[in-house]
């Protein structure tokens, strides 16, 4: 049984009085200390998902429409107020993209982690683990930074106080969304890194969102890549990488300056990823897609397994 397993999710919003759906079908596997990258343009529905795994999203204006989350085999989309505490916090942990946003400004860092502690495991909220959480994540110190404020650190230390929270719990399964977006760029690669060792010392599986696939290579062991609201292309990191299948990967990692060829002119993807509500009959990355064809406006690819296991949402795959 994987760890999580997301079968056929549909999650709409309430906009303007109706109904708009923003993920459309999504299947998802995670297995136990595996991680998985999700990749995509803004606005394709990365977060949604993300946050849907802890049924995290108000409702409404959020509906879960259809489909399965299951988190070691129990439904999240079917729990009582007493499940969904075990999963969030417990299995299940988040960190998001502003640190600065999630701490709470008027209590001391150390003061923080202890009540994560007191909720999830009582018998642990001492100093000493709160010491040993700030050391595992690499903060210098931590005696004196105990009793700082967050904002007395910087980002970068900021955002290493909450994954310290979000390992407190010591989670199966880690949910980073956009985790150094906020972050300048060498802080970006050193918590990539702390990522990287925490998830190899802990054997904690990872979900990690991004849209910078440059990012994927050193830390997934697999990719999926959603568009408008869907699940385009699954595949392990490197086989991804090195050759994408689905025209919208490769247009993707085309535009990674360090990913594309050299001799291939970098490009933006021309035009933009089309509102929910307003996704194009047939396949959905067609108005934009370099080898689009007449067919391709008309009938919604399914998503395919191929003979080499990676699964495909599209009908003429690059070879
Ligand atoms: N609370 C909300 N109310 C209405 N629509 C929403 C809400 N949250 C998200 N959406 C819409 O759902 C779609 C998917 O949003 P989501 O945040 O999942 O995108 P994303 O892939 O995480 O993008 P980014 O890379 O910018 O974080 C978007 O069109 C967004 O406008
Ligand atoms: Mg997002």
């Known amino acids: 049984m994987p760890l999580l397993a997301i079968h056929d999710l549909e999650v709409d919003f309430r906009l303007n009085d109706r109904w708009v759906r923003v993920v459309d079908g999504v299947s998802l596997e995670i297995a136990t200390g595996e991680t998985l ?52 916090g417990g299995v299940v942990s988040y960190i998001f993209q502003e640190p600065g946003a999630a701490l709470n400004p008027v209590h001391r860092v150390g003061a923080q982690i202890r009540e994560v502690l007191k909720i999830h495991r009582p018998e642990k909220a001492t100093d000493a683990e709160i010491l040993r959480l700030l050391t595992e994540v690499g903060i210098p110190d931590p005696a004196e930074r105990i009793r700082c404020y967050p904002h007395e650190l910087s980002g970068g230390m900021q955002q290493r106080v909450m994954i310290a929270m979000a390992i407190a719990t010591e989670p199966k399964l880690l949910i980073a969304d956009e985790p150094t977006t906020a972050l300048d760029v060498t802080i970006q690669a050193q918590i990539l890194d702390l990522l990287l060792d925490l998830k190899h010392r802990l054997g904690m599986a990872m979900l990690l969102i991004t849209h910078n696939l440059g990012l994927v290579g050193g830390l997934a062991d697999r990719v999926a890549v959603m568009y408008a609201g869907q699940i385009v292309e699954t595949a392990p990191a490197h086989a991804l990488l090195r050759h994408p299948r689905h025209p919208y990967t490769r247009a993707l990692i085309q535009s990674v300056p360090e990913l594309g060829h050299p001799r291939e002119r970098l490009l933006a993807i021309p035009g933009t990823v089309p509102t929910p509500g307003d996704w194009p009959e047939g396949c959905r990355f067609a108005p934009r897609c370099p080898k689009v064809r007449e067919s391709c406006h008309r009938a919604a690819p399914l998503l395919d397994r191929l003979p080499d296991g990676r699964q495909v949402r599209c009908p003429f795959p690059n070879p």
């Open 37 to 88: 990258c999700l990749v995509g343009e803004s606005g394709c529905g990365k977060s949604v998902t993300a946050l849907s795994i802890g049924r995290l999203l108000p409702e409404p204006p959020a509906r879960y429409s259809a489909g399965r989350i299951e988190v070691e085999g129990r439904d999240v989309l079917k729990m009582d107020g007493k499940g969904l505490r075990s999963v969030r």
